[in-house]
């Protein structure tokens, strides 16, 4: 970092569906082609299940199965294996040129983790990594990560289980992580823990582990000539 602190740009989009978050990260990652555009999008997804780039055969019958139990299944271009997505969980996208920070994405997923173990922190909560990507409580992940990055811009992200409701994780293999469990906020604290209550805090914490500036962002407007990020 030289001095100046970047801009984040901090977008709220409610709830979205899966596929409208992958169409607005190509909008944000293409402002990036005119100079730094930083963003941080905040949203939550009605049930979707969703596949990452480490391949593992996940059948057409399971894929269906999943499907039947009234979620979207989607396969992405993220780091990792099959996790859900789905209201009370807080899912946010930073979309970030890494040469404005620092050119690692190994950096760039180590603070990720830091800054959501802050966020568990701030609640009481003590948090941690482990040899598996994300944040964990125990033996039971709190937080999923899952990132993308070309020509050191990022998308995809990570997912906060805020007071979601956890029986949707009861049909997969979280992140194909076998003997492990998943936990919210609410779990751990034995009371409801919403997303709105959690974004202030998550912002807090995003903004001192990457040492950056936030400024309060619209929803953009349609943009049909966005291009298209591989879902």
């Given amino acids: ?3 100046v602190r970047p801009v984040v740009e901090v977008v709220r989009l409610g709830l979205v569906t899966y596929q409208e978050a992958l169409r607005l990260q190509q909008v944000y990652m ?19 299940y969703t596949t990452g780039i480490r391949q ?6 399971l894929l269906d199965q999943l499907r039947l139990l009234g979620a979207d299944v989607h396969q992405t271009n993220r780091g990792g294996l ?9 899912v946010c996208y930073p979309v970030l040129n890494l040469g404005s920070f620092k050119k690692s994405v190994r950096w760039y997923v180590c603070e990720l983790e830091k800054t959501i173990i802050s966020v568990c922190s701030r609640f009481g909560i003590e ?4 040899p598996h990507t994300g944040v964990w409580v125990g033996d039971n ?6 990132i993308h990055c070309g020509r050191y811009v990022t998308s995809h992200g990570l997912a906060l289980n805020c007071n979601t409701d956890m029986s949707w994780f009861s049909h997969i293999v979280p ?3 076998e003997g492990k469990g998943v936990t919210s906020l609410s779990d751990e604290l034995q009371r409801d823990v919403s997303v709105e209550e959690t974004i202030p805090h998550l912002l807090d914490a995003f903004r001192d582990q990457f040492n950056c500036q936030l400024t309060t962002g619209q929803t953009p407007e349609t943009e049909k000539d966005s291009g298209r990020l591989s879902a």
């Fill in 1 to 3: 970092m030289q001095g």
């Fill in 30 to 48: 293409n402002r990036h082609r005119s100079g730094p555009a930083h963003a941080l999008l905040l949203c939550q997804h009605p049930p979707v």
């Fill in 56 to 61: 593992k055969p996940y059948s057409a019958a």
């Fill in 82 to 90: 099959i996790t859900f997505h789905g209201p009370g969980q807080l």
């Fill in 127 to 130: 948090a941690s990594t482990s």
């Fill in 141 to 146: 992940k709190i937080c999923a990560i899952g």
């Fill in 175 to 177: 992140c194909g992580i």
